[in-house]
């Protein structure tokens, strides 16, 4: 089945150690996303990526990266992890802006 | 400015009921609509939208939901609810005014009481 996929599903982390955080997906859709969500929140939008255009949210931390290197996987690397950034991150995939967007199972993110 | 309003926090609802949450939006332009159940430690699942035609949409698990202009809302409806339907319910809107951008409401927890 196409699915989006995310690795690992839950992520643990000492404070300032970086991490990163991978998704994939099997649909070949243009655009992927990545999503913080804190405790049962909306989902706030971080990145997107129409193929390989990159488009950052004015208001996501500098301490967030990510890298597209190709369609089918996307990035998300945290360079000093802060307590603050301990949530649930999803990625999701469409096929062309505004388009329904289908999400992966998430990686729960602790910070020690 | 765009935003999505779910006034309710909880929905609790009985077995066998009918259920409804609500959604009210704000866009410019055309909206497209959408909702999305999460379960606990699960990422969104999409159940159903709203982009032209009927302003009814049904979609999976028994879901639907009734576009309203005037009114501005999408509220989410289900005959006769489950146990299982309980979960995290996440509204959102876009339009290709706002570039395409998704704006989620705050979500709405349904409990189905057995």
């Known amino acids: 089945d196409a699915m989006v996929i995310q690795n690992p599903r839950y992520q643990v982390t000492q404070f300032g150690k970086p991490v990163t955080l991978s998704c994939s997906q099997t649909?070949?859709?243009?655009?992927m996303y990545w999503y913080q969500q804190k405790s049962s929140q909306a989902p706030k939008l971080l990145f997107h990526?129409?193929?390989?255009?990159?488009?950052n949210e004015a208001d996501t931390p500098d301490n967030f990266q990510s890298r597209r290197p190709n369609t089918s996987f996307c990035f998300l690397d945290i360079r000093s992890p802060g307590l603050g950034d301990a949530a649930m991150y999803l990625c999701?995939?469409?096929?062309?802006?505004?388009?329904?967007?289908?999400f992966g199972p998430g990686t729960r993110l602790t910070v020690l | 400015a765009q935003s999505v309003a779910q006034p309710e926090d909880q929905v609790n609802v009985a077995e066998g009921n009918p259920l409804t949450v609500k959604c009210t939006y704000s866009?410019?332009?055309?909206?497209?609509l959408f909702w999305y159940v999460q379960y606990p430690n699960r990422g969104l699942q999409f159940l159903l939208k709203?982009?032209?035609?009927?302003?009814l949409v049904k979609g999976s698990y028994g879901f639907e939901a009734e576009f309203n202009k005037s009114q501005t809302s999408f509220h989410l409806k289900k005959p006769s609810a489950l146990v299982s339907d309980s979960a995290l319910y996440f509204c959102?809107?876009?339009?290709?005014?706002?570039?395409?951008?998704?704006?989620f409401g705050t979500g709405t927890s349904l409990t189905v009481i057995p």
């Open positions: 999701a995939t469409s096929r062309h802006d505004g388009d329904t967007q289908y």
């Open positions: 959102a809107v876009s339009s290709l005014n706002t570039g395409n951008q998704f704006y």
């Open positions: 709203y982009i032209t035609g009927d302003n």
């Open positions: 990526y129409y193929d390989k255009d990159f488009n």
């Open positions: 649909l070949n859709h243009n655009v």
């Open positions: 866009v410019s332009g055309n909206p497209y």
